[in-house]
């Protein structure tokens, strides 16, 4: 064998030996593609997952705030019906007529505990008051900026009893219950 023929021959070793490791090159890289697209494929199907999830959750989100924010507007607008009623009632005692006026004022002046004072009262209803006053006290009568009802300073305090008073105050939790429970709000 001639120097050219071994070299021949190793050289088409050498080819083959190329040729099998180009082949496992090859097959190996299909292989590690073929591995890697399925580690993405499974990594997007599981981000999808986690991106359906985080929709769905936020969608609820949305749809809850939504109706906690519409549950809080019609309270709102209910709150402020029963105070628009408060002030026309407040607006209807003021302009009741004088024997409606005495009905109201007399058992408020009643339970009054004390007998001496300053009681203070509209102008307009001065004289109305007066017919109402029990027996046996001794109030100096004023006239004062209210509208309805009264207010009596006494050596034991102040007893505001005035229209404004009494349905912003007093009354107010009962009188809103009644008015909800009228326009069927609860």
Do not use: H, W
């Not at 199907?45 to 969608?59: F, G, Q, R, Y």
């Not at 809850?64 to 002030?87: C, N, P």
């Not at 404004?164 to 008015?179: P, R």
């Amino acid at each position: 064998m001639a120097l050219q023929d071994i070299l021949k021959k190793i050289l088409s070793e050498a080819d083959a030996t190329i040729k099998l490791l180009q082949d496992e090159a090859a097959v190996s890289r299909k292989k590690a593609d073929k591995q890697a697209k399925e580690k993405q494929s499974k990594a997007l199907a599981s981000l999808d997952k986690k991106t359906d999830l985080a929709l769905a959750s936020i969608d609820k989100k949305i749809a809850s705030m939504a109706r906690r924010e519409k549950a809080r507007m019609i309270l709102a607008k209910k709150q402020a019906i029963i105070k628009d009623l408060r002030g026309a009632l407040q607006t209807r005692l003021e302009k009741a007529s004088d024997d409606l006026y005495a009905k109201i004022i007399t058992p408020l002046l009643a339970k009054v505990p004390d007998k001496k004072g300053v009681l203070q009262v509209p102008k307009s209803r001065l004289d109305i008051t007066k017919k109402c006053l029990p027996e046996g006290v001794n109030f100096t009568l004023e006239t004062g900026d209210l509208k309805g009802g009264f207010i009596l300073k006494s050596s034991t305090g102040e007893i505001d009893s005035s229209f404004e008073s009494l349905i912003n105050d007093e009354f107010k939790a009962s009188l809103e219950i009644y008015l909800a429970e009228q326009l069927k709000f609860v």
